[in-house]
């Protein structure tokens, strides 16, 4: 089955500083990549997403690349600032209704002010 | 509107008990989930469940089950509880396909003692 590993396990970072997490998977037909973010008590969210027949999405200081070659996806923060401090997830899934998806072990980010 | 509501939100239970968690989404979709949260904030994927097809995670024990009485609900029953089982537990749900956005519930600390 899919294995997806995420690197690191923490993450410390000055505010304004970018932080990059990366994922690698195993199945190459795994083809959807969302990220969670998920705060202290909260539930998981979703920030961004991408699919396989793209290599770069972007939305607003967040931003995700996809090597599908490599099987490995990265999730690119900039300008980072105190709020975005939670613990990241990472996923992939294949398509279909019983493609689920498989996380990460999550990256905790802190955003030092 | 809540999208997707978990009960309760707390559960402390002692060793050997039978108990339900109950999950309900009003977003219409078609396929509900069961997550596993440890300690260690692994989330993991226990139970995916549309109208057609129940998909275990094999490494869940059969003390564990989900019973969907309708397409909105998808409730989680545990017998014989042990301390393992000490977790904060996340329904979700998504459109079938294609493959999107899981939306969360707010979890359920469940602590056996």
């Known amino acids: 089955g899919e294995n997806v590993e995420q690197h690191p396990s923490t993450l410390s970072v000055q505010e304004g500083d970018s932080a990059v997490i990366k994922c690698t998977y195993s199945?190459?037909?795994?083809?959807?990549f969302p990220w969670y973010k998920q705060e202290l008590g909260k539930r998981p969210q979703l920030i961004i997403d991408?699919?396989?027949?793209?290599g770069e999405k972007k939305d607003q200081r967040i931003a995700v690349t996809l090597n599908k070659t490599a099987k490995h996806f990265s999730l690119h923060i900039t300008e980072t600032q105190p709020e975005d401090s939670a613990v990241y997830f990472c996923?992939?899934?294949?398509?279909?209704?019983?493609?689920?998806?498989?996380f990460g072990k999550g990256t905790k980010l802190s955003v030092k002010p | 509107d809540t999208a997707v509501s978990q009960t309760p939100k707390y559960l402390v239970t002692q060793m050997g008990n039978d108990k339900s968690i109950k999950c309900e989404q009003n977003l219409g979709h078609d396929t509900m989930y069961w997550y596993k949260q440890d300690s260690k904030k692994f989330l993991k994927i226990m139970f995916s469940?549309?109208?057609?097809?129940?998909?275990i995670n094999e490494t869940v024990p059969n003390r564990f089950s989900p019973k969907s009485p309708d397409k909105a609900h998808l409730n989680l029953h545990i017998n014989s509880l042990e301390l393992g089982d000490s977790a904060v537990y996340f329904c979700?749900?998504?459109?079938?396909?294609?493959?999107?956005?899981?939306?969360f519930g707010p979890g359920t600390r469940l602590t056996v003692t």
């Open positions: 199945d190459s037909a795994s083809n959807y």
């Open positions: 469940y549309n109208n057609k097809e129940l998909i």
């Open positions: 991408i699919r396989s027949n793209v």
């Open positions: 996923a992939a899934s294949k398509g279909g209704s019983q493609g689920n998806l498989i």
């Open positions: 979700a749900s998504s459109q079938d396909s294609p493959k999107g956005e899981q939306y």
